[in-house]
């Protein structure tokens, strides 16, 4: 057993009138998880934004003459703002916050090939779900993700758990041309995977 974690999923939807026939296109999320402490990943459509919550440092400072004037004019304090700070002070016209879940104290399990991360969510009204969330460890193969897949969804099985969804879905196709490998492209598809299960 490693670190408890927690999660916060919170859907903003656009007030834009005509903005598009499809409703689910209105939506935006907002992700933060504490084991990536330095992120908030924004998910709007089939795009995702790793936003930094870092202190912009010197050496960019210097190298970023426009971020260097932002603060210069006092347009910016060096510190970025969070995406929720903007939505809530300077973007209510555009974006209103329609839900937030929330998951406290999750548990998580290394194996020796995974990780393993489980999470009860709630919203305002109550509980919303169990999480469980399957990373790979190092360059194993597909098959041997599956198969840690089917385990899990066995164990399910036979504790009478048949109402459950599994999303692989990415932002990008993954190919031998385009293989998806940095931590962050990693980061925003497991938050669009959040998407495709709890919104849709």
Known sequence: MEEPWS????TYRTHIKNYSEDSRSKLMYSMNFSHHPRYN???KNKLGLLLSS???NESVKERDTRIQDLI?????TGFPESLDM???SKLTNMWEQRQILRGDAGETF???NCIIRCINLFSS???KGL????ESIGKGSVEVFNNKVNDIKDLLKEINIADYQISHDTLTEQTDLNPIESDTDNLCNLAYQYVRVLEY
């Not at 999660?7 to 919170?10: A, D, G, N, V």
């Not at 210069?72 to 910016?76: A, L, T």
């Open 7 to 10: 999660i916060e999923f919170k």
């Open 41 to 43: 990943v924004i998910i």
């Open 54 to 56: 870092d202190k912009i």
């Open 72 to 76: 210069e004019n006092d347009c910016s």
């Open 86 to 88: 903007l939505l809530g």
């Open 110 to 112: 290394r194996t020796i």
């Open 125 to 127: 009204t109550g509980f």
């Open 131 to 134: 999480i469980i969330e399957i």
